[in-house]
């Protein structure tokens, strides 16, 4: 399927994004550059240790012209905001499209989740909802991808040639066929045509 075809027929009015070993450097060049006007509200999880702090938010305020902040508890998604899933916890998209916060056992030995998010947002959101994979170590997130692709939503995987870690798009890949896989630089232009078409 062609980007430009792909992405106009999706209207979209979420994104989520999973990533863990080498994610932060990949989510930095694939934001970085996002215009000030961009819309659309993107939640990500990344996989840190849960026994300190998270410095995403700080790492990312400064190098992004839309807000960026931690998911809280009950906090309803707002647009043009960057959310990012606090260690230590699984983060869920509920039905309102609040946030939901839980200490449930890990998923593929992580807390947060990809996979958590992604189902949960899939239910939320079913076909207006977009999914992104990006390098990792480990399997989290094809399940949550597959989920998003079951409800109708568009999957987009990295190229596993250009991620630092190949497992995890490698994992996808096999297990659902996603929509797209793209380069970082594909995606960001995808996101940028699914922001002009949610407007």
Same mark, same amino acid.
Request: aromatic residues 4%; contains cysteine.
């Given at each position: 399927? !062609?980007?430009?075809?792909?992405?106009?027929?999706?209207?979209?009015?979420?994104?989520?994004?999973?990533?863990?070993? /080498?994610?932060?450097?990949?989510?930095?060049?694939?934001?970085?550059?996002?215009?000030?006007?961009?819309?659309?509200?993107?939640?990500?999880?990344? %996989?840190?240790?849960?026994?300190?702090?998270?410095? =995403?938010?700080?790492?990312?305020?400064?190098?992004?012209?839309? @807000?960026?902040?931690?998911?809280?508890? !009950?906090?309803?998604?707002?647009?043009?905001?960057?959310?990012? @899933?606090?260690? /230590?916890? %699984? =983060?869920?998209?509920?039905?309102?499209?609040?946030?939901?916060?839980?200490?449930? @056992?890990?998923?593929?030995?992580?807390?947060?989740?990809?996979?958590?998010?992604?189902?949960?947002?899939?239910?939320?959101?079913?076909?207006?909802?977009?999914?992104?994979?990006?390098?990792?170590?480990?399997?989290?997130?094809?399940?949550?991808?597959? !989920?998003?692709?079951?409800?109708?939503? =568009?999957?987009?995987?990295?190229?596993?040639?250009?991620?630092?870690?190949?497992?995890?798009?490698?994992?996808?890949?096999?297990?659902?066929?996603?929509?797209?896989?793209?380069?970082?630089?594909?995606?960001?232009?995808?996101?940028? !045509?699914?922001?002009?078409?949610?407007?």
């Amino acid at each position: 399927m !062609k980007l430009g075809q792909t992405a106009k027929e999706q209207r979209i009015e979420a994104v989520m994004i999973g990533a863990s070993a /080498g994610g932060v450097t990949a989510l930095l060049t694939l934001l970085t550059g996002l215009p000030a006007s961009f819309h659309l509200p993107m939640v990500a999880v990344l %996989h840190l240790p849960d026994d300190r702090d998270s410095l =995403l938010t700080e790492i990312f305020q400064h190098r992004l012209p839309i @807000a960026v902040r931690e998911a809280a508890d !009950k906090e309803s998604i707002a647009p043009a905001t960057l959310y990012f @899933a606090p260690p /230590g916890y %699984h =983060l869920s998209v509920e039905m309102d499209r609040t946030f939901s916060l839980s200490c449930e @056992a890990p998923v593929h030995y992580s807390r947060p989740s990809i996979d958590v998010l992604m189902a949960s947002a899939a239910d939320a959101y079913g076909a207006s909802l977009a999914g992104i994979l990006l390098t990792g170590a480990n399997f989290d997130g094809a399940a949550g991808l597959a !989920k998003i692709r079951q409800q109708g939503g =568009l999957t987009v995987v990295q190229d596993p040639a250009e991620a630092e870690v190949a497992t995890m798009p490698e994992a996808a890949i096999r297990k659902l066929r996603p929509n797209l896989i793209l380069t970082l630089d594909g995606i960001r232009s995808l996101l940028l !045509k699914l922001d002009r078409n949610s407007c």
